[in-house]
């Protein structure tokens, strides 16, 4: 059966009684979006301060490629085999975004007997999180406009304006527009451009804030645009805008409870993207799931170099988080493609190509153990066409670099395909107290911080901008030094050149654009061409879903 298939013939409980009888949140903190979805107050999160944390688990992947790694199956898979062996375990992932649902990924809930449910639900819309971060994000930039047409009391400087407007949706036709066009009575006439939601600074708030109060504050520090004297910043809550952001936002901050198809409890909640954006879920969900249960399995965006980094210097830096382990996703037929192998081929044996492709994997793992101070299990995500040759490849060049490595089958076998792997990494969580380090001191400059990415993490010799670019940099560096660095990259490669597979090194990466993000507290770095409004492929997934007369969404997966 499809993903979809297996999804819709899931036997889901009502999630209230299922919250209440698992982790004792009581009812009344719990509200109900449907029979199958419900957020949980704030209050009842406040009320857990006092309480010790469990334990928390990382996964993360090699770079992506069009066959697939399956960090959201994975995740899922290992939170089920762990609590199928007596351990109290939540899931925390990201909620996923209408732009590559439609587009290139037709769904983000896992896949096979590995999901979240309800499926349809979780990739359509859910509780309307996107949608608030969306209108909340486009009610300030309609208040910059309109403070300008009613004479621009803060004597914005028009050219200067920081803030662009977002769609939840892959529209490159969007990326450079103009605005104002028809006369005066529709504002006034200037260039514009639309990022896709999950880049909006406001999700990245929204993932970060603590509370109600931090969230606001936050909000009032974005810096919208500069004054005509091009250095004094126009703040959110010069323009009296953040109250009213703050309101759009004030059921979208509550984490989001869902179950899996084996009816254990999972926390979606905030952004994906960790290419263009910072990749991971919110801070409240995993400090709730930490609290809750035992152990917290959450995910990152992408590859090691991209989600892994920025929950480590990003999120775990500004929260205080601190993971046991990491779980480092491969499949054999992505190190195929690592090592040359055609999309089509992938299927074949191929144990030359395997064993080439393994330098990204080798790469990812190094970060990992001597990069950010982690243990780390190679989970092997199973695919029915990888041969015995190719698995016993894999895992001797795993175990010959001193990593422990699993074949997991919990695709097609649920939390049970998983319990090996949840047995090794129960192993090293609960023996073992890992060393953890930053990828940089937050002392480095700026120029210094989005260099030692590149050089210890991406194998690049160097780092290189434009006048016009470094002379930007300069001028944050003077007020945001102390900001840690979110680089926009392709996940697809060490490199900015997405062709370039398996572990490239000796490469330059060039500083496109920086951007400050004032309220989420981090200085974003465009590398290469990276574009933060994604476009839709040439056969997006929009063409397969559809809905039938009975109401039944059927083509996600």
């Excluded at 190190?335 to 080439?356: M, P, R, Y």
Aim: hydrophobic share 40%.
């Amino acid at each position: 059966m499809s993903d979809i298939e297996i999804a819709q013939k899931a036997e889901m409980k009502p999630i209230i009684k299922l919250v209440e009888e698992t982790f004792g949140v009581p009812a009344e903190h719990l509200e109900p979006y449907g029979h199958y979805k419900a957020k949980v107050s704030l209050e009842y999160i406040n009320s857990l301060t006092d309480k010790k944390e469990g334990k928390l688990i990382l996964v993360t992947a090699i770079s992506p490629t069009p066959a697939g790694e399956g960090k959201t199956t994975t995740t899922v898979g290992l939170g089920d085999a762990m609590n199928r062996l007596g351990h109290k375990t939540m899931m925390c992932l990201r909620e996923p975004s209408l732009g590559p649902c439609f587009g290139m990924k037709g769904g983000a809930a896992g896949g096979g007997y590995s999901q979240v449910v309800p499926m349809e639900d979780i990739n359509l819309h859910f509780t309307g999180d996107f949608h608030a971060i969306g209108i909340a994000h486009n009610l300030l930039a309609a208040m910059i406009d309109n403070h300008i047409n009613h004479g621009n009391e803060l004597n914005i400087d028009s050219r200067c304006i920081q803030w662009k407007r977002v769609v939840d949706m892959n529209d490159r036709a969007l990326r450079k527009i103009t605005i104002g066009l028809g006369g005066s009575a529709n504002g006034y006439l200037r260039e514009d451009g639309y990022d896709i939601v999950v880049a909006s600074e406001i999700m990245a708030i929204l993932c970060l804030a603590t509370n109600r109060a931090d969230l606001k504050q936050r909000l009032g520090k974005i810096v919208v645009a500069y004054k005509t004297d091009k250095v004094t910043p126009v703040y959110a809550s010069d323009l009296k805008a953040h109250g009213s952001m703050a309101a759009l936002l004030k059921d979208a901050i509550k984490p989001n409870f869902v179950q899996t198809l084996e009816n254990n409890i999972a926390i979606i909640h905030g952004g994906p993207f960790a290419n263009i954006a910072h990749g991971c879920n919110t801070v409240t969900a995993t400090k709730t799931a930490l609290k809750l249960a035992d152990y917290a399995v959450t995910e990152a965006g992408f590859g090691a170099d991209l989600g892994a980094e920025k929950f480590i210097d990003i999120k775990c830096r500004m929260a205080g988080l601190k993971p046991s382990a990491v779980v480092l996703v491969v499949t054999v037929r992505a190190l195929k493609f690592h090592g040359g192998v055609a999309k089509d081929e992938l299927n074949n044996e191929n144990i030359e190509a395997l064993e080439q492709g393994f330098v990204n994997l080798e790469r990812h793992l190094h970060n990992i153990n001597n990069n950010y101070g982690l243990p780390c299990v190679v989970c092997i995500n199973h695919f029915t066409f990888d041969s015995d040759a190719e698995i016993k490849l894999l895992k001797e060049k795993c175990e010959a670099l001193g990593a422990t490595c699993v074949v997991s089958k919990h695709w097609a076998e649920g939390g049970a395909g998983a319990e090996e792997l949840a047995k090794e990494v129960l192993n090293i969580v609960d023996n073992r107290e890992p060393g953890f380090t930053y990828v940089y001191d937050e002392n480095l400059s700026l120029w210094e911080k989005i260099e030692t990415i590149s050089t210890k993490l991406y194998g690049a010799t160097g780092i290189t901008a434009s006048p016009k670019v470094r002379e930007e940099i300069n001028m944050l560096q003077e007020k945001y030094g102390k900001f840690p660095v979110c680089i926009a990259k392709t996940q697809m490669s060490f490199s900015t050149d997405p062709t370039a597979k398996g572990a490239p090194s000796g490469h330059t990466v060039e500083i496109s654009e920086v951007r400050l993000a004032n309220g989420a507290g981090f200085i974003v770095a465009l590398a290469g061409n990276m574009m933060t409004m994604p476009g839709l492929p040439k056969k997006p997934a929009a063409e397969r879903i559809d809905i039938t007369d009975e109401g039944q969404i059927i083509g996600l997966f």
